[in-house]
DNA sequence: CTGTTAGCGCGTTCAT
DNA sequence: ATGAACGCGCTAACAG
């Protein structure tokens, strides 16, 4: 690919009218501009970027690291940062760290050493990300995503997701569930669900009820059969499932079905993120939704401010962004009577459980 | 950030030598070294990426260019893609086209101008594509994703659409269906979408019917439900729909719901793709699945190997990837008796039409 | 209006 | 084992 140099020398000026002419800087005289355009359509040139970046120190390029790009509610999000970047003539170079700290903080490093003029994160814990440290240890323009601030002045878009998660229980409580469990996604992977849970706890503890422990799932893992199991057994079994994220809540409730469980009537599941799937599925899932591809627009409107150091865009930097309680059937009234689910339990539940409902209820 | 000078004043040493240290290019005195690694530290420094690739005249970064995120499909293939590259130490540079031939050509220059190593593409349409005609013209090695090559020796990672939907559609033709509609995504947006029209009707024309056009939908609108309509009135109505993706059937089948048509007993619906949330909905998806993150490893392995100029990469340039009928509970037998489906019609659509169970055929 | 030149950060040849 | 110097492609400051 032709360079500067060979478009003068064949227009016969030289490369500074050159890159006056590509970059509209000065005036040129017709003649000469003719000549150019004519050595430039000729040779093909292109002006190199990474010249131009050399010179300016700065490559009009942003960084996006997600944990994972098949969940939906992050692909959303890259989605809308990208068409924003666009938008602004920035290109975006993307990572995923596949929930793993170690990959997120590899990423991180080389987006640095490729000088990208700011990044964008959603980070696996936002309080103990290496990351994070040495982006700001480089000074570097930075905004996190659907992570919530470790500190005050860190731009964060992200919803309130403790009180996301407070709400959601509320409404769980208000249909007459009293054994409700929260399952997660691993903690270590996501500070997101770890926040969840503590709306979640407090909203019970607020009810007079004792929070239980989180059950840990590998939200990775495609059949949850196992794990759920024995979540079904007997008469203290809880009556609604709290999942951290849809995608999670969409793998329970097959498994669910598998098991012989329906949905809302023997159990009902909640989810967390709003994913478009979980209106497509039967029944609809109910959640938090949060507006992700919004939030990966915004995030990327507040770097780009950042980077142009507009000051006004410091002063919100961690105000959360409204989420939604969205009503859907995988949550039904509670079950007056609790009975064990299970393949083999079919007769007795009939037989000792009527089930709810919801008309009835 | 510190850069090659600074370390080199700090270490009381040269630039080549600190240059030597960084790359492990020759032998440093142990003093030396020490002095350097300290001075690393204190100072923070990265190389800069941008002096290096503008030294060595690559980037290390790859381009990947598909219509959307938001569909699973592409997003399981860029994320395949970017972990490839990853593994072999080059960044990935994104962009959506948002089915857009002028945003693709757009895209494109950006990242020829950016001196991207490589780049995969997902065009609208590979024979026209005005992206295509400049990245050959610039010589950069490249490899298309999902389309099919547009000419011989061009590096292609697809299935044979065309033998898909023949292979789907004959499916369909099993199940006892005769009348059968073929729904696609705007054509102008989509080569796939027309090869997959030609498998359909030669499949349809080799069984002796005359295909019917393809009735083009905007598959971006969330609620096809008007455009489905005129197709459920009438003895004549089709009893199967082939869409030409798998977001497209799902959006279909819940348009169909919606409209009072049972799927499949009034109307079998199928896809193409492959989508996980295929196998989430109730009734399953019956659809063709390619193996959408396994070609996006496949195109970033084969676009490595151009680019270190591995002659064997070319070979196999254009061979296709096997695909899959999956069979899934959106399509059932034809029914024997066809009646229309409308929402004021359901007492006279259950007097006059007994529907067929799949038990019953 | 146009040309000359310096320098962005780095790797590398050529000396020593 | 180390240093000096050049050049990758480009822009900007200065000269004319």
Redesign the interface.
């Known amino acids: 690919?032709a360079n500067i140099k060979e478009v003068a020398d064949l227009a016969g000026c030289s490369i500074a009218t050159v890159s006056r002419h590509v970059n509209g800087a000065a005036p040129i005289s017709v003649e000469v501009r003719a000549r150019i355009e004519a050595a430039i359509l000729q040779t093909?040139y292109?002006?190199?970027?990474?010249?131009r970046?050399?010179k300016r120190q700065a490559?009009r390029?942003l960084g996006i690291v997600v944990p994972?790009?098949?969940n939906?509610v992050f692909?959303?999000s890259?989605?809308g940062f990208?068409?924003v970047a666009?938008r602004h003539g920035y290109?975006?170079?993307?990572?995923?760290s596949?929930y793993d700290p170690a990959?997120e903080a590899e990423?991180v490093?080389?987006?640095?050493?490729?000088?990208v003029d700011g990044l964008a994160l959603t980070v696996c814990d936002s309080l103990s990300s290496p990351a994070l440290a040495t982006i700001d240890?480089?000074?570097k323009p930075n905004v996190l995503l659907f992570n919530q601030a470790d500190m005050p002045g860190r731009q964060a878009v992200t919803v309130d997701n403790i009180e996301a998660a407070r709400a959601m229980t509320d409404a769980i409580l208000a249909e007459g569930h009293r054994r409700i469990v929260f399952l997660a996604g691993r903690f270590a992977a996501s500070d997101r669900s770890r926040l969840r849970y503590r709306g979640f706890a407090a909203a019970l503890a607020q009810a007079g009820l004792k929070p239980p422990l989180p059950l840990e799932l590998d939200f990775l893992d495609a059949t949850p059969d196992a794990a759920l199991q024995p979540l079904l057994g007997g008469e203290n079994r809880p009556t609604a499932l709290f999942c951290s994220n849809d995608v999670l809540a969409?793998g329970v409730i097959?498994a669910l079905k598998r098991l012989g469980a329906r949905v809302p009537d023997d159990m009902s599941v909640v989810g967390f993120d709003g994913i478009d799937?979980g209106q497509?599925?039967?029944p609809t899932l109910c959640t938090v939704s949060q507006p992700a591809r919004a939030m990966g627009e915004l995030a990327c409107e507040r770097l780009l401010a950042t980077i142009r150091s507009t000051p006004e865009a410091a002063t919100d930097a961690a105000r959360f962004l409204a989420f939604d309680i969205r009503r859907g059937g995988s949550l039904g009234p509670a079950p007056r009577v609790v009975a064990a689910i299970g393949a083999g339990q079919d007769l007795q539940r009939d037989n000792t459980t009527p089930h709810n409902k919801r008309e009835t209820a």
């Open positions: 690919m093909g292109r002006p190199s970027e990474i010249g970046s050399l490559t390029t994972s790009l098949t939906p692909a959303l890259v989605s990208q068409a666009r290109n975006v170079l993307i990572a995923t596949d990959i990423a490093e080389t987006f640095l050493g490729q000088s240890a480089g000074g969409l097959g799937l497509m599925v039967e």
